[in-house]
């Protein structure tokens, strides 16, 4: 199940994605989500953390719904990423600096904003973790 609706996405930018393509995208880019936060958010569910955790997740899912619609979108999806880093053709040559790597999960190109979005939240850590939710109420704690 997506973790934002299509109003969500659209009150986030103005790059736009058709109904049909919104579905398929916005269910991809939930399935990062649950790869790049080790599956917390699909185990406990979103309604499981405070309002502002789940503001956080729904706009890290629209910046990469976002990054999947300008980088190619639903045909991008089902597209392989070979990820070369070096290219040989005669005697010309390219290669990619070393730790120049875009992050890249399954194919899709992780926008730094998802990052940005998640940090702090506690989602991003392997291990278990409280997330306090300081927003609402300094001594409200969630154990994931």
């Excluded at 986030?12 to 939930?30: G, L, M, Q």
């Excluded at 917390?40 to 997740?57: L, N």
């Excluded at 890290?60 to 040989?88: F, H, K, P, R, Y």
């Amino acid at each position: 199940m997506a973790y934002i609706t299509k109003s969500d996405y659209t009150a986030f930018t103005t790059t736009t994605i058709s109904d049909s393509d919104f579905t398929i995208i916005s269910e991809r880019a939930s399935d990062i989500i649950d790869v790049i936060t080790f599956n917390k958010v699909a185990d406990k569910g979103i309604s499981f953390y405070p309002s502002s955790v789940q503001s956080k997740i729904k706009k890290a899912t629209c910046a990469l719904c976002e990054s999947i619609q300008t980088n190619g979108g639903v045909t991008a999806l089902t597209q392989s990423d070979d990820n070369l880093t070096n290219v040989s053709i005669g005697s010309f040559s390219y290669g990619k600096a070393p730790g120049n790597d875009t992050n890249i999960i399954y194919g899709v190109t992780i926008p730094p904003l998802l990052y940005m979005y998640l940090t702090g939240t506690g989602l991003l850590y392997s291990g278990g973790v409280d997330i306090v939710d300081n927003t609402t109420n300094p001594c409200n704690t969630f154990n994931t």
